[in-house]
């Protein structure tokens, strides 16, 4: 029957086994053992049937006994005997008292397994509770058109199904450790507290084991029936509760005397309660004060380092603190601190995500102050010093004070420090928080004295150079002191600020001063004091928006230095003036320049209390001055002669005054100038500038040299770099005649325009320079002599000629001593006519020996032999030339050798024409001068060459004009005696073809002849 019942029994489906489905009671029990369900009800259905089938065994084995087995005494032995003996007369008793225990077990369990599921239904309802809130708060706003009329806005929701992490058989099977473990890991805290409490006894050792699986992130409040705590009064930690733990009255069956006697028999069963799990020995006893407080210290930092979710780590120790658990009052200071900068300070994109308790220990105070405050705004920074800084001040206050070094002034100076470092905007936002018309609990600084200080030292110390606005906002704030005229307080608050104003120059060994280092110079000060101090600042505030609205804004400081600098406030006024911002548009009209005038003229008045402005040092007449140079700078030449003339203008200067800023502002624009064509750029403007006062010599000379100067540019003339010319060299030239020579140097024709020339020297400053026309025709004769042109060249010398014996003529005529100027332009005429007199190259024999007599008609006597011998070498030539006419019968006297005649005898040497017409010694005649004259009669064959003394004459009179060598043609170089010079190509040659002749004897040529008389080298 046995084995029918088995087989049937295993056939059996665990759906299809029911209550009546059971045969005998052992058969029927241990099928109730064999099958674990997971249907909870069937399940319960199954154990209670087989419990109920053990009923007639438990009343048989009591009643054979004596008394009760539970009891305990001495003849406890006697009854498990007993019990022993029964069961070895009857097997099955054994086999269904041993079944019952099992079954009473899970029966046990599968209650412990249906609370949990309770448990678990009751938070998920919580949970669908609050999304069901959310939901209908969001369908509130749903108003979508679009959807169809049958469909409702809202689905119906499900009710939340209660679902444990494991199924009973799982629960069964694992044991409550490892269940404790899982339903910790996955955060079922309610259902975790059920299991706790009814297997107390076994996972009470085990508790900081499950703990510790309990994930970082979840809310200590949520588990906090489970942490640990601790009893003052008993100076221990505190167990679990165990009220819902199983009865502690046990079944028959469960004793430990029925269970050795089903030992004992031999008919044990190989049945136990399928368990997995192996138990450690955990840590049954309870835990001190000291070792709480380090496990809670130590899941913060886990939970910080895992998560970096402050705000759970400061729960977890709050609930600690709740439940009197020492040392964490100072750990929970740190992490509500730290909490306020991680979720209450604003925070941006750069916000560090990385908080942990090591790097908040490891920073200053200073730096936590800045880390609060870093991202906030001028408008919230009130608030944030309030909600965030403030505690954290009086959180330190108090530990100094805990640690015997009480500090009240502590939370006043870490406020002053981040308001010296802070931004100006900042800096206001927090002044007008404090402002002394506030009640004193609502004020950030509270102290009136260290307010003024310390906005003295944020302003004075700052950069800013278009913040005027916030400076004043923070000026604003300042107390009104009422305080009378004591003139040593304001004696020590001037005093101290012409020290401040040195201490702020910068210098090597401090190139910068901040704000917390002028906060020095100010501590000393009482409010006397201060209040001059401030009223100093409200003047240089007025200064610095002017400055700033002119584009030249200046620093606060920059009023502190130049106080009593004279020389740095004209230099800013000029700036000013000038508008050297240029962050502004340019003035276009008379009301634009007048308004700065007026703000200039302020800047120097005084205030009330006798306070000088920015330009305090300056008069009235030097500001217009540089009012005026700056509007004449800028090219605006109506408006500056529109205020000249103005009935009621303010620029009151003298004629004279007017003139001499107009010439040194055009003379500004003439050296700044990159083109010397007054027509176009600075050099326009400075010969427009020039329009602006009435005519004066001073102004036309000036506006002559800027003619000039266009004038040379025009030629293309370069400098020494080979660039053109600039006008600042023009200007720079000590020699301007040397420009007119850069100009005949430049140009191959400008030689042949005398008047051009002639009117150039005039404009660069020589009109009615007699020397100094002499000495231009003489460049522009060498000029034509080096390009071989002779007649050119003559016309130049005839020229000069005329001048000096008209300038004679007038010095005779006025019965005046000769002058060093006429003497010059007369040497250097007649050196001129001795070069080209004596030149080989020239043919025409009749206009050279009328050179070589005005020369020596106008040479020093000393020097009459040297002209003499050029004189000789033409004599002789126009002798040969004579015979060769007078071979001729019909031959007349060449035309040429009458006019030499009559030059030799309008300088009153007869006996060389003579001479010359009677066919006489020509050496004779000149003796016979040269002894009327009481002079030695020189060798003619011996002399030196009269070039070379023409030469060195004439280099100290004509050295500095740097004439360019043109191309010229000269014959061969011949040399009798000591006498060089040039000897004449035949005439039947005519002039060579330049581009055949040979390179080396043209540079030669060239040299020779147009170096040789003007910077004194021989030839």
């Not at 006419?885 to 006996?911: D, E, K, T, W």
């Not at 003394?949 to 009798?976: C, D, E, M, W």
Request: aromatic share 6%.
């Amino acid at each position: 029957m046995a084995t029918t019942a088995s087989s049937q029994w295993e056939d059996l489906d665990d759906t299809e086994v029911t209550a009546d489905a059971c045969l005998d009671d052992v058969w029927a029990t241990a099928a109730c053992v064999d099958r674990i369900l997971v249907d909870t009800n069937a399940q319960h259905a199954l154990l209670v049937h087989g419990v109920s089938r053990t009923e007639p065994v438990l009343k048989r084995c009591k009643g054979f006994l004596p008394r009760n087995p539970s009891e305990e005494t001495e003849s406890g032995s006697s009854n498990e005997d007993l019990l022993t003996q029964h069961f070895q007369r009857i097997p099955s008793d054994a086999q269904l008292c041993q079944l019952r225990s099992v079954l009473l077990e899970r029966l046990s369990r599968l209650n412990t397994y249906v609370e949990l599921e309770k448990a678990a239904a009751s938070s998920a309802a919580e949970e669908g509770g609050q999304e069901e809130q959310m939901e209908d708060e969001m369908d509130e706003w749903e108003d979508d058109p679009w959807a169809e009329e049958n469909v409702s806005s809202t689905s119906k929701r499900k009710a939340p199904v209660a679902q444990l992490p494991f199924t009973f058989p799982e629960f069964l099977v694992n044991g409550p450790l490892t269940s404790a473990k899982e339903l910790a890991s996955q955060q079922y805290f309610d259902a975790l507290h059920i299991l706790l409490q009814r297997y107390h006894s076994t996972l009470w050792p085990h508790r900081l084991a499950i703990l510790d699986l309990i994930p970082e992130h979840a809310p200590p409040s949520s588990y906090r029936q489970v942490l640990p705590s601790f009893d003052p009064t008993l100076n221990s930690e505190v167990k679990w509760p165990h009220n819902g733990e199983p009865t502690p009255s046990l079944d028959f069956s469960q004793l430990p005397a029925t269970l050795r006697a089903i030992q004992h028999s031999g008919h044990s069963l190989i049945l136990s309660l399928p368990d997995s799990e192996l138990l450690d020995a955990g840590r049954g006893e309870l835990l001190s004060s000291t070792e709480l407080t380090r496990w809670y210290a130590s899941r913060v930092t886990e939970i910080i380092q895992t998560t970096g979710m402050v705000d759970v780590a400061l729960s977890l120790v709050q609930h600690g603190a709740s439940q009197s658990i020492d040392g964490l009052d100072e750990l929970g200071e740190e992490l509500s601190l730290l909490s306020r900068l991680v979720y209450d300070a604003p925070q941006d994109s750069s916000s560090p995500s990385d908080w942990n308790l090591d790097l908040w220990r490891g920073m200053l105070p200073e730096e936590v102050v800045q880390a609060y405050l870093v991202h906030s705004s001028p408008e919230s920074i009130a608030t944030d010093i309030t909600r965030l800084v403030v505690p954290y001040l009086f959180v330190l206050e108090t530990r100094a004070e805990r640690a015997g070094r009480p500090d009240p002034a502590l939370p006043e100076r870490m406020l002053s420090d981040y308001v010296l470092s802070a931004p100006l905007e900042l800096g206001a936002a927090i002044f007008e928080a404090s402002k002394p018309i506030l009640p004193a609990a609502q004020r950030i600084l509270r102290n009136d004295v260290d307010l003024a200080k310390l906005a003295l030292a944020c302003l004075y110390g700052s950069d800013s150079l278009n913040e005027w606005s916030t400076m004043s906002r923070i000026f604003e704030c300042m107390p009104a002191w009422q305080t009378t005229q004591d003139e040593s307080e304001e004696e020590v608050a001037d005093t101290t600020l012409a020290s401040l104003g040195e201490f702020v120059t910068p210098t090597t060994s401090r190139p910068k001063c901040t704000p917390k280092d002028l906060l020095l110079f100010f501590q000393p000060l009482h409010f006397q004091s201060l209040s001059r101090a401030l009223d100093i600042l409200d003047i240089h505030l007025e200064s610095g928006e002017i400055l700033s609205r002119w584009s030249v804004p200046a620093p606060l400081r920059w009023f502190l230095q130049s106080a009593d600098d004279l020389k740095e406030q004209r230099a800013w006024a000029n700036r000013m003036a000038r508008r050297a911002g240029g962050n502004v548009d340019p003035l276009n009209t008379i009301e634009d320049w007048e308004w700065l005038l007026d703000d200039m003229l302020k800047l120097t008045e005084k205030s009330e209390s006798g306070i000088k402005g920015a330009f305090g040092l300056l008069s009235r007449e030097e500001i217009v001055t540089t009012f005026l140079s700056g509007l004449l700078s800028t090219g605006k030449f109506d408006i500056a002669r529109m205020l000249l003339h103005h009935p009621h203008g303010k620029i009151t200067l003298s004629t004279q005054a007017i003139e001499d800023i107009c010439l040194k502002c055009s003379n500004e624009l003439y050296d700044n100038a990159s083109s010397g064509n007054y027509k176009v750029g600075d050099m326009k403007l400075a010969y427009e500038c020039l329009d602006v006062p009435p005519p004066s010599p001073r102004i036309i000379q000036e506006k002559e040299f800027i003619e000039a100067t266009s004038r040379i540019c025009s030629f293309h003339v370069t400098s020494r770099a080979g660039m053109p010319i600039s006008p600042i060299e023009i200007r720079l030239t000590k020699d301007p005649l040397s420009l007119v020579s850069r100009v005949l140097s430049s140009n191959a024709n400008a030689y042949k325009h005398i008047e051009v020339m002639l009117e150039l020297a005039s404009k660069l400053g020589f009109r009615d320079d007699v020397t100094a026309e002499v000495k231009i025709l003489a460049m522009m004769a060498d000029t034509a002599l080096q390009a071989e042109d002779f007649d050119p060249a003559y016309e130049h010398g005839q020229k000069m000629v005329d001048i000096i014996h008209k300038l004679k003529a007038e010095t005779e005529a006025s019965m005046l001593t000769t002058g060093t100027n006429v003497l010059e332009a007369i040497e250097v005429c007649w050196i001129a006519c001795f070069q080209l007199g004596r030149q080989p190259e020239y043919r025409d024999l009749g206009k050279k020996m009328k050179l070589l007599g005005y020369s020596l008609e106008l040479c020093p006597a000393d020097k009459m032999h040297d002209v003499l011998t050029a004189w000789r070498r033409l004599q002789e030539e126009d002798i040969e030339a004579r015979e060769e006419r007078l071979a001729n019968p019909n031959g007349a006297i060449p035309q040429s050798a009458a006019r030499s005649i009559g030059i030799l005898n309008r300088n009153g040497v007869g006996a060389v024409a003579g001479g010359l017409l009677a066919g006489k010694n020509v050496a004779s005649s000149l003796r016979a001068r040269l002894q009327d004259l009481h002079m030695p009669s020189p060798p003619l064959l011996s002399t030196p060459d009269a070039a070379a003394l023409a030469s060195r004459t004439f280099k100290s009179v004509a050295s500095n004009f740097p004439f360019s060598i043109g191309g010229s043609h000269r014959g061969p170089l011949s040399q009798t005696g000591s006498d060089m010079s040039y000897q004449a190509a035949p005439a039947s040659e005519g002039p060579k073809d330049h581009r055949m002749e040979d390179v080396g004897e043209k540079a030669s040529r060239a040299f020779s002849k147009g170096i040789g008389w003007l910077i004194g080298v021989d030839e």
